[in-house]
T-cell receptor, first 110, second 114 residues
Framework: RKEVEQDPGPFNVPEGATVAFNCTYSNSASQSFFWYRQDCRKEPKLLMSVYSSGNEDGRFTAQLNRASQYISLLIRDSKLSDSATYLC???????????FGAGTILRVKS | NAGVTQTPKFRVLKTGQSMTLLCAQDMNHEYMYWYRQDPGMGLRLIHYSVGEGTTAKGEVPDGYNVSRLKKQNFLLGLESAAPSQTSVYFCASIGSAYSNQPQHFGDGTRLSIL
């Protein structure tokens, strides 16, 4: 089983749609969680951290479910510019390192 | 305001050649990482360093060596390049691994092995 798993997609949605991505992680002792965004052939960039109580940043909402070991990202009112690959990232307890999911591709179409 | 700088940005090698990728950061970060990214596989950790003079193996260390002689630099070496090492390589750094700080990434190095 992979340490961090994501649905690869692609998710093809029209502008204005609401889309949700889920991610599961294997290590119950994982300490911190992030969503990164990666545009084609570019470096990953932090989209938002994920907090236990859930957090929102504009059209983006992230949630963490420790009991089920998954995190989610909800994007409301999708824009063309949201088209990218979204990476789920988990800071495992051991090794001082982040583990990346393979990413979920989102394509927003007009 | 450089952040993390990787050199070179592109390189084509022949099988068996050697080369070194350089990662430099100007944020005084303790932790530095080398990843490779292949289609459909996400970022996989090659080696990482938790401070000057230290290195550790990641998920896919075979065929690579690293050095961290200076805090600001993390070098990734390929002693004898193989076609399987064709990939995009990203370097990243972070001030503290046990916090909600994000990793800062370089622009990537696109390496092709013929």
């Amino acid at each position: 089983r992979k340490e961090v798993e994501q649905d690869p997609g692609p998710f093809n949605v029209p502008e204005g749609a609401t889309v949700a991505f889920n991610c599961t992680y294997s290590n119950s002792a994982s300490q911190s969680f992030f969503w990164y965004r990666q545009d084609c052939r570019k470096e990953p960039k932090l989209l938002m951290s994920v907090y236990s109580s859930g957090n929102e940043d504009g059209r983006f909402t992230a949630q963490l479910n420790r009991a089920s070991q998954y995190i989610s990202l909800l994007i409301r009112d999708s824009k063309l510019s949201d088209s990218a690959t979204y990476l789920c990232v988990v800071n495992m307890e051991y090794g001082n390192k982040l583990v990346f999911g393979a990413g979920t591709i989102l394509r927003v179409k007009s | 305001n450089a952040g993390v700088t990787q050199t070179p940005k592109f390189r084509v090698l022949k099988t068996g050649q050697s080369m070194t990728l350089l990662c430099a950061q100007d944020m005084n970060h303790e932790y530095m990482y080398w990843y490779r990214q292949d289609p459909g596989m996400g970022l996989r950790l090659i080696h990482y360093s938790v401070g000057e003079g230290t290195t550790a193996k990641g998920e896919v260390p075979d065929g690579y060596n690293v050095s961290r002689l200076k805090k600001q630099n993390f070098l990734l070496g390929l002693e004898s390049a193989a076609p399987s090492q064709t990939s995009v390589y990203f370097c990243a750094s972070i001030g503290s691994a046990y916090s909600n700080q994000p990793q800062h990434f370089g622009d990537g190095t696109r390496l092709s092995i013929l």
